[in-house]
């Protein structure tokens, strides 16, 4: 099974601020990394798939780089609505398997 | 609108079973993969289940394997989750969400609200 780790675990910023998320997988799985945002009592919502493009709506504020083993998502300059959690999912085994990472909370400085 | 909605929610003592309803709307169901996500109180996500638009392929994590099954109906534009021998450790918010599959990416596009299912005597 492949496994997914992110860090931080957390981290605090403020308005405006550069924000970098990485996520790591325990083997290489190309460009098969989506990242999703989601905020307290609210569903998950799909930011990024295929490790770098933007899902419609997405602010271009947002953005996924990386292949392999090792993924970035940067939020360029972060605005109110941006502090959520952030998790990243491999679907490079899917549809047998999909697996999350543990995810990344952004809160106030 | 593209809409999920989750439904069958409920309190259930260890050992029982369930039944979780998804109720799909503003798409052509029939056309789309679908998934069950569960997220345990305070946790991270973690993918529970898959069924192909046909129902011809279903694929389950390992801690639900034998205990849980997945189906659809096409024709109520629905998909569900029969959930049996249920334990503690399957306390959770279970979410619907669409399977889309573009640019050779699987990903889930469309997620429902949630439904809560709490096992516990």
């Known amino acids: 099974d492949i496994q997914m780790t992110q860090s931080p675990s957390s981290l605090s910023a403020s308005v405006g601020d550069r924000v970098t998320i990485t996520c790591r997988a325990s083997?290489?799985?190309?460009?098969?990394l989506n990242w999703y945002q989601q905020k307290p009592g609210k569903a998950p919502q799909l930011l990024i798939y295929?490790?770098?493009t933007l899902q419609s709506g997405v602010p271009s504020r947002f953005s996924g780089s990386g292949s392999g083993t090792d993924f970035t998502l940067t939020i360029s300059s972060l605005q109110p609505e941006d502090f959520a959690t952030y998790y990243c999912?491999?679907?490079?085994?899917?549809?047998?398997?999909?697996?999350f990472g543990p995810g990344t909370k952004v809160d106030f400085k | 609108e593209v809409q999920l909605v989750e439904s069958g929610g409920y309190l259930v003592q260890p050992g029982g079973s369930l039944r979780l309803s998804c109720a799909a709307s503003?798409?052509?169901?029939?056309?789309?993969?679908m998934t069950w996500v569960r997220q345990a109180p305070g946790k991270g996500l973690e993918w529970v289940a898959n069924?192909?638009?046909?129902?011809?392929?279903?694929y389950y994590v390992d801690s639900v394997e034998g205990r849980f099954t997945i189906s659809r109906d096409d024709a109520k534009n629905s998909v569900y989750l029969q959930m049996n021998s249920l334990r503690a450790e399957d306390t959770a918010i279970y979410y619907c969400?669409?399977?889309?599959?573009?640019?050779?990416?699987?990903?889930?596009?469309?997620w429902g609200r949630g439904t809560t299912v709490t096992v516990s005597s």
């Open positions: 999912q491999q679907s490079y085994s899917a549809p047998r398997e999909f697996t």
């Open positions: 295929a490790a770098s």
């Open positions: 083997q290489s799985i190309s460009t098969y």
């Open positions: 969400a669409r399977g889309t599959y573009l640019l050779g990416s699987r990903h889930m596009d469309v």
């Open positions: 503003g798409f052509t169901f029939s056309s789309y993969w």
């Open positions: 069924i192909k638009r046909d129902g011809s392929e279903k």
